[in-house]
């Protein structure tokens, strides 16, 4: 495929989430510019995130550190917002403070420590999201919805760290609207004890709409933007 064919594709794609997340503001009665769209670039090469830059995107997302590093340093002359989103092991925090700038998945204390850590270390400021767990699969990361306020009073108490909000990934099988009408009011308790942190990151390619719905401010879209993946090979 040739560069020209793949801008194309990716054109096609941003058009398409670009008018779904209009339909979805219009129908809650938001205006688009309540909601960020972040690309998540995840088994795609830098080429892709050079690609969406072009095309006006500013945020992009990984959750991989060993794959995101690569590309961040690759990419670092376009001026991205990066965001990591998958679950962060303690030994890969030093390296994904160094170019992230949003971490989506802060779960547990321990994580809160090291984050503000490395960020002091590093003389930066990383925005951190609380992520809630909506269901009980501890393979899909988050924290149970009682520990959250007790997590975001950490992340705000902790130098080198700013309390954005909180994020959640929709339960698998579970009708995504209920889960996010959850959510949001978690968000909307944290918010109520930390004014400043009024981001929600909920929604991808399959229920962005219901996120949108309930009150996202931000959200994850690999699949509808850049096509199905390919498995990743190390």
């Known amino acids: ?66 794959e995101a590093s690569a590309k961040a340093r690759e990419c670092a002359d376009l001026g991205l917002a990066w ?13 994904v403070v160094r170019y992230a700038d949003v971490v989506h998945s802060v779960d547990r204390l321990r994580l809160v420590s ?3 850590g490395e960020a002091v270390r590093a003389g930066r400021e990383v925005t951190c999201l609380v992520q809630v767990a909506l269901d009980d699969d501890p393979a899909r990361g988050g924290a149970r919805p009682g520990d959250v306020p ?9 130098e080198g760290l700013r309390l954005g909000g909180v994020m959640a990934v929709a339960p698998l099988g579970e009708e995504p609207g209920r889960a996010f009408a959850g959510l949001r009011e978690i968000a909307r308790a944290v918010r109520e004890a930390h004014p400043g942190a009024d981001v929600v990151s909920a929604g991808m390619s399959g229920d ?14 690999g699949t509808a933007l850049l096509g199905r993946r390919k498995p990743f090979v190390r």
Do not use: W
């Not at 941003?14 to 129908?27: F, G, M, S, T």
């Open 1 to 66: 495929m040739t560069n020209r064919t793949r801008r194309e594709e990716i054109a096609a794609g941003l058009a398409e989430v670009e008018e779904r997340i209009a339909e979805a503001c219009r129908a809650a009665g938001r205006t688009r510019e309540e909601v960020t769209l972040v690309a998540v670039t995840k088994t795609y090469p830098a080429s892709d995130v050079r690609l969406l830059a072009e095309l006006g995107v500013r945020d992009v997302g990984e959750n991989r550190d060993q």
């Open 83 to 95: 965001h990591f989103i998958g679950q962060l092991q303690t030994n890969k925090v030093r390296s």
């Open 114 to 116: 090291a984050l503000g």
């Open 150 to 158: 007790a997590l975001a009073d950490a992340v705000a108490a902790t």
């Open 208 to 221: 962005l709409s219901e996120a949108v719905a309930n009150g996202a401010t931000h959200l994850r879209v």
